[in-house]
């Protein structure tokens, strides 16, 4: 049996580096059923399949269920949760998708990231500004954990005055459980609590208007509450809670993941130095080499056949981006880091009706924050080896504990 299938695959060995296995168990097959996840789900691994599946609607995005109820809690202890999460634009289908979707675009647009890239390499210079250049420093510490959080801050809220270590580990708690194969009960009880402390905030928040400093994503949110186009507050507040958490986490280790992966292989960040005019098709392949979010679900909504087998109504398949990322029928050399790689065309942003509304916003975070480091530092390196570095315990939102680094 392949290791992807059984249950504590999740080892320390694995999380320092899961493509191996994921290679194994594409070539082993299209399609296989594990116990690993969530009391048992199909696995998909391969690009063409992933794919096709993230934009088949046959295939639901409501999957929030079966997580809580695969850990039997009871009835009832998590309602609160389970009303409110499942109603994040992640887990709705079509046609509510398409009305909660279409409520939050405009915050997304080119001329709205236009708005915010300055205030962006603002956060950006202060935190690198903060850093002793002859003295360690954690990266994750100092800058991937802080940056995300106060863009999101500032877009949700039109002011960074939210940079709380609460926000930080309210989101925290929610991703670890996300992203845990067997949420324990403890994990569904923190992120519960934590759920509940954030949309507290924010309704604090809404309801002192002043604090919201217009165009913020929290003033549009409450103004299409007021005129019906969300039906209530948990509605509201849902999209809140999602916003900060898929902002925050994900973005952190794109910048982590993609930085280890350049100071490990020299020449890539020597190609770099030489022309920081490719780093937007670098952080495209940092994407693709190393992902910040390595799998997403779905829940089969009719019986259908599917690589010969037979998948049941309620089943739940996980869609291994990470090992989607490295299929070598559509990425030629996949293990190779190449920044000059002609658009990958990954899938780390997902695809179809539910692709990442903040892609372009976290290309442009991970964008200056490169440009900023290559400037500033051309000489940085590893302050450790990379067998000494350790990977968050989340087999989902793929990143590290820490990143300690030496500016020359
Ligand atoms: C490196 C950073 C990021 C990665 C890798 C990432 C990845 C993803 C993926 C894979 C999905 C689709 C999940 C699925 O179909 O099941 C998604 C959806 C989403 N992402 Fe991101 N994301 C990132 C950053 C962000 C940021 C910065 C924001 C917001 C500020 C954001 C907001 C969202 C939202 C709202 C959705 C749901 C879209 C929908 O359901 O229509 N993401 N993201």
């Known amino acids: 049996m392949n290791a992807m299938l059984a249950p504590g695959v999740v080892d320390a060995a694995f999380l320092r580096n899961p493509y191996p296995t994921y290679r194994a168990l594409r ?10 996840f969530f009391g ?11 794919e096709t599946v993230l934009r088949d609607p046959r295939f639901s995005a409501q999957r929030t269920g079966g997580w809580i109820n695969d850990v039997a809690l009871q009835r009832g202890e998590f309602s609160r949760f389970q009303h409110l999460f499942s109603r994040a634009l992640l887990f709705l289908d079509a046609p509510e998708h398409t009305r ?54 500032t877009l949700l809220l039109g002011t ?21 194969p067997q949420p324990t009960r403890a994990l569904v009880q923190r992120a519960q609590a934590s759920v509940l402390r954030m949309t507290r905030f924010f309704s604090q928040t809404l309801d ?35 916003l900060l958490f898929a902002g925050h986490e994900t973005t952190r280790n794109l910048l982590g993941n993609g930085l280890l992966a350049l100071l490990t292989h020299p020449p890539q960040w020597q190609a770099l130095r030489d022309d920081p005019e490719r780093t937007a098709g670098a952080v495209r392949e ?51 880091l190449d920044i000059l790689r002609p658009d990958p065309g990954a899938l780390s942003f997902g695809s179809g009706m539910h692709a990442c509304l903040g892609a372009a916003l976290t290309r442009m975070e991970a964008n200056i924050v490169l440009r900023l480091l290559l400037q500033r530092w051309p000489g940085l390196r590893l302050a450790v080896q990379p067998q000494q570095l350790h990977w968050c315990s989340n087999p989902a939102y793929r990143g ?9």
Not at 40 to 50: N, P
Not at 161 to 173: I, V
Not at 400 to 408: E, G, I, V
């Open 208 to 242: 002192s208007p002043d604090d919201v400093e217009p165009p913020a994503l929290l003033g549009v949110l409450r103004h299409a509450r007021l005129r019906g186009a969300l039906k209530d507050d948990a509605e509201l507040l849902a999209q809140c809670a999602m």
């Open 27 to 36: 070539d082993a097959g299209p399609l296989h059923w594990s116990d690993a």
């Open 40 to 50: 048992g789900a199909w696995l998909l691994t391969r690009h063409a399949d992933v």
């Open 400 to 408: 590290l504990q820490a990143l300690p680094l030496l500016t020359r």
């Open 160 to 180: 960074t005055q939210a940079d709380s270590q609460d926000l930080m580990d309210w989101s925290d708690d929610l991703a670890a459980f996300i992203g845990a």
């Open 286 to 336: 940092l994407l693709r080499y190393d992902s910040p979010v390595q799998y997403s679900g779905r829940r089969v909504t009719t019986a259908l056949t599917l690589h010969g087998r037979q998948l049941k109504r309620g089943d739940l398949v996980l869609l291994l981006i990470g090992a989607a990322n490295r299929d070598p029928n559509r990425h030629p050399h996949p293990d190779q």
């Open 100 to 153: 909660v979707r279409g409520l939050m675009q405009a915050a997304f647009r080119p001329e709205a990231l236009a708005l915010l890239r300055p205030r962006i390499e603002n956060i950006a210079d202060t935190l690198l500004d903060a850093i002793d250049p002859d003295a360690p420093f954690d990266f994750m510490a100092r800058v991937a954990r802080l940056l995300p959080m106060r863009v999101i801050s």
